[in-house]
């Protein structure tokens, strides 16, 4: 039912910004929960950030006070402003969704590559 399309991936240097985007096929946009999650090989995949349907946010203590996750329900996009990137940034970063009513309804992007180099 939904499609979800990353984009906004590159490289950067430390202490750099990069903007990562999420489009969201459908017209069901706003009843979803929206996450990003990122991974290194090796590592378990971890939740970076999400926001809810109504704007609530949630950031991992590893991202505080540096990212910022916001969402135009009516353009169906998603949006993870990364600022003071460091290099443990490095990872596929993955967009996910979350139907708030059903949670058993959920998408993953494709992935989206960031590098952060010192």
């Known amino acids: 039912q939904v499609q979800l399309v990353e984009s906004g991936g590159g490289s950067v240097e430390a202490g750099g910004s990069l903007s990562l985007s999420c489009a969201a096929s459908?017209?069901?946009?706003?009843?979803?929960?929206m996450n990003w999650y990122r991974q290194v090989p090796g590592k378990q995949r971890e939740l970076v950030t999400s926001i809810s349907s109504g704007g609530s946010t949630y950031y991992a203590n590893s991202v505080k006070g540096r990212f910022t996750v916001s969402r135009d329900n009516a353009k169906n996009t998603v949006t993870l402003q990364m600022n003071s990137l460091k290099p443990e940034d490095t990872a596929v970063y993955y967009c996910?969704?979350?139907?708030?009513?059903?949670?058993?309804?959920?998408?993953w992007g494709q992935g989206t590559q960031v590098t952060v180099s010192s």
């Open positions: 996910h969704a979350r139907h708030a009513a059903v949670v058993t309804n959920y998408y």
């Open positions: 459908g017209s069901t946009f706003s009843l979803y929960v």
